[in-house]
């Protein structure tokens, strides 16, 4: 096996497969070759990297992180994200914030391009896109969908929940940007990027 394989391709990401037996080091220096190698190709595209089931130390992988985002703008994830982006690019768009008190639904996809305020209440039989933050509560999969996902730039819900699914989130507030939450294997999983 080489040491290092690339496969994907640049609308869906890239993904980089690693040698698990290797040492964090060596691994750590082929990622950072090959991307300075290949600094223009990778230019934003979101790179998954792949360690076979390999445990990586969290501190360890986020420095790697944060060197690789400040010396090249790219942002590195651990693997591909399992979600399933719906088949149907039908979907109802809400520009501005859902304010405190307000109700939302939708049949199709939606997309909202603002916060989600506390107090406010999203309902979609399908799956729900928010670019801004989650304050308030989110259904998505509404009818017993469970294959409907949620994405958020920021989240601070006070409910998330997918088909019959409720996400119990921690207390602590999440600082990532970016978060997919889905339901694989009867679970609820939450990707950041």
Known sequence: MSNISIKGDLREGIKMVVNPSLSWDEIKNLII???KNKEKFFKGVNIYIDFQGREIDNTEWEELQKQIYENY??????????????????????????RS???????ENLLIIGDVNSGAEIICNKSVFVLGKI?????????NNDKAIIFALGLEPEKIQIGSYIFDLPKARHRKAGYFLYIEDGKFKIDTY
């Open 33 to 35: 070759d090959e991307i």
């Open 73 to 98: 703008g790219i942002m590195l994830n651990k693997d591909l994200p399992k979600i399933r982006i719906p088949s149907s690019n039908i979907a109802k768009i809400i520009i501005g914030p859902i």
């Open 101 to 107: 008190g307000k109700l939302v639904s939708s049949k």
């Open 135 to 143: 304050r308030g509560s989110i259904w998505a999969g509404y009818e």
